[in-house]
T-cell receptor, first 113, second 110 residues
């Protein structure tokens, strides 16, 4: 049972490039979410999904897109990378959107030059 | 404004002592709270949670206390060990979304 798997672990991009951060979970969780973590700050919610085909915005959605075509996968797309998007990105999942703890992946460390 | 914050950004304790990490929140409508532990280079790891209809919940060596009157949450770690060294985050469920505090770095001295 792998839990929440994020790929890649590290990535360096140039300003203006696009890329997709992958997230997969094998726990049959309905709820999935993406956070970013910047130095000295807690995690901030980017986008989330309560089930396949349903997504919604979090606190800091600008510059990011998501889709949820399957229960297992929840990719995060950067359309045109900017230096302000340099961060560590975490994907998390939980059985439902109700009061349950989320399980996190180990993150993708992204640098935008 | 609304916030989930921590009183102290760093905490240093002696091995074997008890640790107390505090967290303040300002939204009285929040009904669910979680503590996470994050080690360097890893994702947050769930420690313990508590619902707003409870005042206290205990796990293995950890206890979470919720004081709704003053909107305060604390995490107590008994007999702190070197392996407990990490950053600890509190988070509250607000309008269906998990909002995290800044984190407290716990350092355990041998």
């Amino acid at each position: 049972n792998a839990g929440v798997t994020q790929t890649p672990k590290f990535q360096v991009l140039k300003t203006g490039q696009s890329m997709t951060l992958q997230c997969a979970q094998d726990m049959n969780h309905e709820y999935m979410s993406w956070y970013r973590q910047d130095p000295g700050m807690g995690l901030r919610l980017i986008h989330y999904s309560v089930g396949a085909g349903i997504t919604d915005q979090g606190e800091v959605p600008n510059g990011y897109n998501v889709s949820r075509s399957t229960t297992e996968d929840f990719p995060l797309r950067l359309l045109s990378a900017a230096p302000s998007q340099t961060s560590v990105y975490f994907c998390a999942s939980s059985y439902s959107s109700r009061n349950q703890p989320q399980h996190f992946g180990d993150g993708t460390r992204l640098s935008i030059l | 404004g609304e916030s989930v914050g921590l009183h102290l950004p760093t905490l240093s304790v002696q091995e074997g002592d008890n640790s107390i990490i505090n967290c303040a929140y300002s939204n009285s409508a929040s009904d669910y709270f979680i503590w996470y532990k994050q080690e360097s280079g890893k994702g947050p790891q769930f420690i313990i949670d508590i619902r707003s209809n409870m005042d206290k919940r205990q796990g293995q060596r950890v206890t979470v206390l919720l004081n709704k009157t003053v909107k305060h949450l604390s995490l107590q770690i008994a007999a702190t060990q070197p392996g407990d060294s990490a950053v600890y985050f509190c988070a509250e469920k607000r309008r269906g979304k998990l909002i995290f505090g800044q984190g407290t770095e716990l350092s355990v001295k041998p």
